[in-house]
């Protein structure tokens, strides 16, 4: 896919979607339900899929959802979390290379 068509499919499916995954199965500070809070996690969607583009390890991507967590928001560290992260990064890593398989056809 190239660089205009992915910006294309970032702004019209991409983000949106990004953002749902986080919700629903991030939400480190439990705000899933809160209408207000729907753009909460919007300032780590461009890092993070910087990193997806970029071809990140799904180490990698788990070690930044870590950093956020324990670092800038002050959460502290936990195992769980760490594992959670693991699990959620290799469900991004396949949702976004299903989404880029997807736009090249």
Do not use: C, F
Not at 43 to 63: C, F, I, M, Q, T
Request: net charge negative.
């Amino acid at each position: 896919m190239d660089l205009a068509d992915w910006h294309m499919w970032w702004k019209r499916r991409g983000a949106r979607e990004l953002r749902r995954i986080l919700m629903e199965e991030w939400d480190p500070i439990r705000v899933r339900g809160v209408p207000e809070a729907a753009d909460e996690y919007d300032a780590y969607l461009g890092p993070l899929v910087a990193r997806l583009r970029e071809g990140a390890s799904a180490g990698a991507v788990a070690e930044y959802l870590t950093e956020v967590e324990e670092d800038r928001m002050g959460l502290g560290k936990s195992s769980p979390m760490r594992e959670r992260n693991r699990k959620l990064a290799a469900r991004l890593l396949a949702w976004y290379s299903q989404e880029m398989a997807a736009g090249a056809e």
